[in-house]
């Protein structure tokens, strides 16, 4: 079955740096990975979408990253700051317009001031 | 910028009773999705709809859900008789094509 694993359940990470999320897929072959932030007790936000056939992509102080041979995505917040703290979500979808988005569990990122 | 909206924002209801949660997807979306996350665990889909009618749906969604779109504007889902284990986060996302829009949620907890 369609596994999706976060690397870890929580990461703290100082102010200022940068924080690396890692998601991993087995028996899946998404045409989209999508990255999701959600506050508690609420619902997830778009942050960025890669690809299949991306390498990167970029925005702002966000950076994901998609190797389709390892079956693996980094997302990467840069210049950390303590409003970043939040869980982060990975999510695969296929290629039809109507296919749901299947999650990960997330990472509960806090910034340390 | 447009937004998914989702009403009522908790549900509180007793085991057994009907509940009706209602969402206004994005206008020009044509793809709507209801998914659950139970407190501490994954967003999990229910079901998909594309031109009026169900496109996929997951094991959860079982003879108590049903989705309808009454009027081209609301997207609603019904459970019928409602349990236990139906408490939880139900969000309602909808898309064009490849990104999903979340609306807020309803936090239904069922006594």
């Known amino acids: 079955s369609q596994k999706i694993e976060q690397n870890s359940e929580a990461l703290n990470i100082q102010e200022g740096k940068t924080a690396t999320l890692t998601c991993n897929y087995t028996?899946?072959?998404?045409?989209?990975l999508q990255w999701y932030r959600q506050d508690p007790g609420r619902g997830p936000v778009f942050l960025l979408l890669i690809r299949e056939n991306e390498k990167e992509k970029r925005k702002e102080r966000l950076k994901v990253t998609f190797d389709t041979t390892l079956k693996q995505s980094l997302f990467h917040i840069t210049a950390s700051q303590p409003a970043d703290s939040a869980t982060y979500l990975c999510a695969l979808k296929g290629v039809s317009g109507n296919t749901p988005l299947v999650f990960g569990k997330g990472t509960r990122l806090s910034v340390i001031a | 910028e447009p937004e998914v909206t989702q009403t009522p924002s908790h549900q509180v209801t007793q085991m057994g009773q009907e509940v009706i949660l209602r969402c206004v997807p994005i206008?020009?979306?044509?793809?709507f999705y209801w998914y659950r996350q139970i407190l501490g665990q994954k967003v999990e889909f229910l079901v998909s709809?594309?031109?009026?009618?169900?496109?996929?749906k997951s094991e959860i969604f079982d003879d108590q859900f049903s989705v309808e779109r009454p009027d081209g504007s609301n997207f609603t889902l019904k459970i019928r008789s409602t349990k236990l284990e139906d408490s939880a986060m139900y969000f309602c996302?909808?898309?064009?094509?490849?990104?999903?829009?979340f609306g807020p949620g309803t936090r239904l907890l069922v006594l």
């Open positions: 996302a909808s898309t064009t094509q490849e990104t999903q829009y």
């Open positions: 028996n899946y072959s998404p045409a989209y």
């Open positions: 206008s020009n979306h044509l793809y």
């Open positions: 709809f594309y031109n009026n009618e169900i496109s996929e």
